[in-house]
């Protein structure tokens, strides 16, 4: 009756195992690193990256503890150096960016000091890391920056406005006046049947699920529907924050947070970084593109561009005429083509369209070249050739680009192609910086509320409820151990609310035992048997402890959908909590209490403190019975 199979020890095993492996990296803590990343976006960080490093190093007689090659939630790659102390670190950093960066004025790779976990080698082989911490608890500084949202649909106002007008006049069709009006393009024309023959002409080629058309009287009233208006709202705000991740990963920012914030608002946080105007210029980093035909008659007309990621210093040389500019792209993806070749697909504005389309036409049989520039830290802009393919044969406002030896690097050129520019203006509505010293402060503080709580709670139950109330602490134990596993394992980002969360966890697991023991207790006082009890106790109360634990999560999840910021911080670890402290006060006590009395064959009493009878118990409770009294 009181007994576990097998199996369920096992679960509990292999749960205090995983818990400990991911939970004691925390506590070796992190030591120094230095970061080398990509400075460039035409630059790729790869494995091989790792093995120059460790090259440079070997010659150059520097010890260091640890080299690491990894990747980022982006699939933007990164190297590491562990080391130990301070001058160590400096000195690295030093001696890898003159080796990686021999032209100071256009560094390729980006070097930052960092921290890496100070666990042995084979916990972070399994993916065992400290927990991260959050500005609050570390330092850094905060960015809250707001979307220009109406920018963006203006923008889209502008490329339907010219894409309506150049396909008119593919038929013939001349408006007699074009002009915005708020959120709509107004089109003029010299008769009605003229504007009717527009309007047919536009929802055939661009169809009519998102944009609204008015006719009235000689004019034509087009806008974007809701639908369509919002599409253009995420896909700004999703490509804004896919940008901003690139721009801080590449400057070497450690665990930068990057998120939505509501509708138009974005989050930055960088943990680690106390130079807010270091942290502006990267927020402020920009990118174009243009392309440009190969110029393979007279070199004077052409110019000379570096090819990206040439090793051997391979060039390119092309016109000095720009066929398009970045603005043209609509949408770039990365995909398997119909012979199972990598490429990438490419979406042009309507205007756009046109003039590639024309283009092409021309130039079937030479090369076009994709060329990117980005602003270097002397302030002058420099281009690179990110592609350079053959025109095979006309093509518009969609076509795909060949020559990705592998879906990654179709992919890459993509995001490329995506990120040349924000597809909406971004302005700082909120900043703020916050000290090491500070973080330092909060992270004694916060731990010392969990180890006085811890203590507190642990010497309430062990002197109330005895033997029971050991299991309980053991439990409370677990419950700790396993969530602050799960944390780390999973990557959450530890904050002060989370600190609070933990804390509200502790006493809602321990709440959970006590009501078993006092569920325990009423049935010994109604006259069960201890082992009776301690079944009775476990099965009746989960109903209880499932109930409110389950109405406790429903506000959880309303936080963690509704709230953003420190209260989503808060709901994450909360939402976890409530899981771990499910799993401990029920499954993992009870294991304890089976271990302890169940193999007892015939249990006389247990030990879970004084269990009050009433005054006239005497009269109620059977002299049978007498036995099944507590061990005091």
Known sequence: ????????????????????????????????????SAAKATIKVEADVKDKIAQVLKTQNIPYT????????????????????????????????????????APAYTLAYSTVSAAPDW???????????????????????EVKMSEAV??????????????????????????KSGEQIVLSFDSPTTMEQARSVIASEQGALSYTMEPAGNQLKIGLTEQAINEVKNQAIKQNIEILHNRVNAMGASEPIVQQQGFDRIVVELPGESDPARAKSLIGRTATLEVRLEETTNPLNGIEFNMAGSEGGGKALLKKQVVITGDAFAQARGEMGQEGRPQVSVGLKPESGKIMRQTTHDNIGKKMGIVMYEQQPDGKSRGEVISLATIQGEFGDSFQITGAKTLQEAEDLALLLRSGALAAPMTITQESTVGPSLGEENIKKGLKSLVYGFAAVSI??????RVFGLFSVLALGV???????????????????????????????ID???????????????????????????????????DSNITTLIAGVALLIFGSGPIRGFAIVHCFGIATSMFSAVFVARGFSNLWY?????????????????ADAHQTIPATNNTNTAEK
């Not at 009181?2 to 492996?21: E, Q, S, T």
């Not at 916990?123 to 609050?136: E, R």
């Not at 608890?137 to 920056?145: E, K, N, P, S, W």
Request: zero cysteines; aromatic letters at 8%.
């Open 66 to 105: 640890g080299l690491y090659f990894e990747k980022t939630a982006q699939g933007l790659g990164t190297v590491k150096v562990r080391v130990n102390g301070v001058d160590a670190q400096a000195k690295v950093k030093d001696v890898l960016n003159t080796a990686l960066n021999p032209d100071a004025n």
């Open 123 to 145: 916990m972070s082989a399994l993916g065992a890391k400290p927990v991260s911490l959050g500005l609050d608890l570390r330092g850094g500084v905060h960015f809250l920056l």
């Open 1 to 36: 009756m009181n007994r576990y199979p097998l199996w369920k020890y096992v679960v509990i095993g292999v749960a205090l195992l995983l818990g400990l492996l991911y939970t004691v990296p925390t506590f070796f803590g992190t030591t120094q690193a230095v970061q080398v």
């Open 460 to 465: 309430f139950m062990l002197i109330y409820y």
């Open 512 to 546: 959970s035992n006590v009501l078993i023991n006092e569920r325990i207790r009423e049935e010994l006082r109604n006259g069960q048997p201890p082992s009776m009890a301690m079944h009775l106790g476990y099965e009746r109360a989960f109903a209880t402890i499932l």
């Open 479 to 509: 419950n700790l151990l396993l969530l602050v596993g799960i944390l780390a394992a999973i990557g959450v980002t530890m904050t002060l609310p989370g600190i609070a969360a933990v804390a509200l966890t502790l006493g809602m697991a």
């Open 598 to 614: 169940g193999r007892r064959q015939r249990l006389q009493s247990i030990s879970i403190g004084q269990i009050w009878r009433g």
């Open 154 to 179: 203006q923008k889209k106002l502008d490329a339907m406005q010219t894409g309506f007008v150049a396909g008119l006049k593919d038929k013939k069709i001349t408006p007699t006046a074009t002009e």
